[in-house]
């Protein structure tokens, strides 16, 4: 392997290589991580039959992501033309299990933001490797994409390489759980499809980001920042802010505001808790970023019907684009350790029966509760919950309270507005009394 480009190995196993290097494939066994799979291509008549030979996604177009919308449009077209069911205006069906549509959407999707912002990504010319990092990803989501369906979008002289960083690897995240095994999933993604090169790191992106290139393109799909369990994002935005890496973030979104239209703006103002783009945008906000805007994503997947007159969840619905900081604006200060007193609660806390009572996940909330972050985080988290717990008491969710309820309720929420912080305790208890989802 001297002549090839070098992987960040840090837990050893055995499997099979594929470095790529001027051109050329030269694959061999030798020991690799487990965190950074990268296995030979697929034949087209595997790829076929790993897909029951009943899905063809190739030759969906032939314009390149330089050319701007038309990329994207071209091949969605032709997907539609193929499969009417897939991506359907305002349809109610549920696509979250759909093959075409998992095997789409991830990829077509990474298609859309280079096509659609490619003037301001690539200003001096598209490099001869185009890098894509995409962190919080999942086999079951991002892993099952046919990567492949970009290759006819790359320039002549360039290649693609994507980064799959798969912290939390079997995670669903509102699609239907594979029936094949982790084993054959990690095969399937990560390896060369077409032109385009597939890395897998089973890692946390802050863990292994400093360690590779520098890349063009960062992509979160439903990262769910500013929520106190997704603290674990904090250490990765002030680390993409201060390399100016421009960064996109996909949103899920309920219905009721309508469908999203690929390419055109969309409001980021708050209507309801289940809508993701609010906190995203407040996040972004609180951190100073520099942001380009937000649209609709022309490849949303439906998922079930959420009722209360919220329609449908909607997976990948709509995405904001940031780069930097804004002209004027510090990055935030360095996060600040968790108290003692604090770290003490929540050793003795009795998490059993918060589990109970409330159906989280009482490690990962204890967890996010354990997490240090930037003073950042800690305004877009008051941010968006005092929109929220404001809205309940408008509807009146909070009228058969006793007294002494409304008292801790209606600190807690003075704390928010002022940007003082609400400790642990208090966060707990407003997840039991008021049905927040934290």
């Known amino acids: 392997l001297n002549d090839c480009a070098s992987i960040y190995v840090p837990q050893i196993m055995n499997c099979r290589y594929a470095a790529v290097v001027a051109g050329c494939i030269n694959i061999v066994t030798v020991q690799v ?21 009943t899905i063809d996604l190739h030759n969906l177009g032939d314009s390149y992501f330089t050319r701007g919308d038309s990329a994207w449009q071209q091949r969605k077209a032709e997907l539609s033309k193929r499969f009417p069911a897939a991506y359907v205006g305002n349809s109610t069906r549920q696509t979250e299990s759909d093959p075409v549509v998992l095997a789409a959407t991830a990829p077509l999707t990474v298609l859309y933001i280079l096509s659609h912002y490619s003037g301001r990504l690539f200003p001096n010319g598209v490099p001869e490797v185009i890098r894509v990092h995409v962190p919080g990803a999942a086999y079951p989501f991002e892993g099952r994409g046919d990567w492949s369906l970009l290759s006819g979008a790359v320039p002549l002289g360039s290649k693609l390489e994507v980064s799959l960083m798969l912290g939390t690897p079997e995670q669903s995240d509102l699609v239907k759980r594979p029936k094949r095994r982790m084993k054959t999933l990690r095969e399937e993604a990560c390896r060369t499809q077409g032109a385009v090169s597939v890395l897998c790191f089973e890692n946390y992106y802050q863990d292994v980001a400093r360690k590779l290139p520098t890349p063009h393109l960062v992509v979160m799909f439903n990262p769910g920042f500013p929520q106190i369990v997704r603290r674990s994002w904090d250490e990765t935005l002030l680390m993409l802010l201060e390399q ?103 050793k003795s806390f009795h998490w059993d029966e918060f589990e109970e009572e409330t159906d989280l996940d009482k490690e990962e909330v204890r967890e996010g509760m354990e997490t240090p972050v930037s003073d950042a985080w800690v305004v877009a988290t008051d941010d968006a919950y005092i929109k929220v717990l404001e809205q309940k008491q408008r509807r009146g969710e909070f009228k058969d ?38």
């Open 33 to 53: 991580a487990q965190a950074a799979v990268f296995l030979e291509a697929l034949s087209p008549e595997e790829r076929a039959a790993s897909l029951g030979n």
């Open 244 to 346: 100016r890496v421009p960064c996109a973030v996909s949103t899920q979104l309920t219905s009721h505001k309508g469908m999203p239209v690929g390419g055109q703006p969309w409001s980021t103002r708050f209507t309801a808790e289940e809508d993701e783009e609010f906190p995203v945008h407040a996040t972004l906000k609180a951190y100073g970023a520099d942001i380009w805007g937000a649209t609709g994503s022309p490849f949303p997947i439906v998922t079930y019907d959420f009722g209360q007159g919220l329609g449908h969840m909607l997976k990948n619905a709509a995405i904001e684009i940031f780069q930097g900081m804004q002209a004027g604006k510090q990055l935030a200060k360095a996060v600040s350790p968790i108290s003692p007193a604090e770290l003490t609660f929540l």
């Open 401 to 438: 309270v006793s007294d002494a309820v409304w008292e801790k309720i209606s600190h807690a929420m003075e704390l928010m507005r002022q940007h003082k912080p609400v400790p642990a305790k208090a966060w707990l208890y407003l997840v039991r009394h008021t049905h927040i989802n934290i």
